[in-house]
């Protein structure tokens, strides 16, 4: 088992600008995904993912800390980093943090989207990454039959 600090390439794949699934269960045990942009801490072993005040994502990580997190990479080179840890709730993120993450996914449309969204109802999660593994795809972006494969 690795953590992500065990994982130099997953740690660069983090760095780039996919989305994370987050998936989470209820205090019934029923559990639910949802998408999120988020930052990687400074440590490389932690994610933060702004999510909303009365989320179902938030009432289920009250009820159980215990997440996985997928993030994948869904064109050739495919890539998938795959994360279990734990979570908690924070503060929303500051006004320079969303801005950092604003630029980091949307470019020099970053501005417009905070200007629209001065104001969210959100708190934070940090999932701090207890267990982490990778799979990594064809590293030719070609489809088998146009690389000549016959299997």
């Known amino acids: 088992m ?5 994982l130099p390439d997953a740690i660069q794949f983090l760095r780039g600008p996919e989305v994370a699934v987050l998936s989470t269960v209820d205090g019934e045990g029923r559990p639910s995904a949802a998408c999120f942009w988020y930052l990687l801490g400074s440590d490389s072993n932690e994610l933060t993912m702004q999510i909303g005040a009365g989320s179902r994502t938030r009432h289920n990580i009250e009820s159980n800390r215990w997440v996985s997190v997928v993030i994948a990479r869904m064109r050739a080179p495919y890539y998938a980093l795959y994360i279990r840890g734990t ?7 500051s006004l320079i943090e969303r801005r ?3 630029e980091r996914y949307l470019g020099s ?3 417009a ?3 629209a969204r001065p ?3 959100a708190v934070t999660t940090r999932v ?3 267990v982490a593994s990778v799979y990594a795809g064809f590293k ?3 489809r088998p039959d146009e690389r000549g494969d016959t299997t």
Do not use: F, N
């Open 2 to 6: 690795h953590t992500l600090t065990d």
């Open 87 to 93: 979570a908690s709730i924070g503060a929303p993120l």
């Open 100 to 102: 950092a993450q604003a």
């Open 109 to 111: 449309a970053a501005e």
């Open 113 to 115: 989207y905070l200007r």
């Open 119 to 121: 104001h969210v109802d």
């Open 128 to 130: 701090k990454v207890e």
């Open 140 to 142: 030719d972006e070609r």
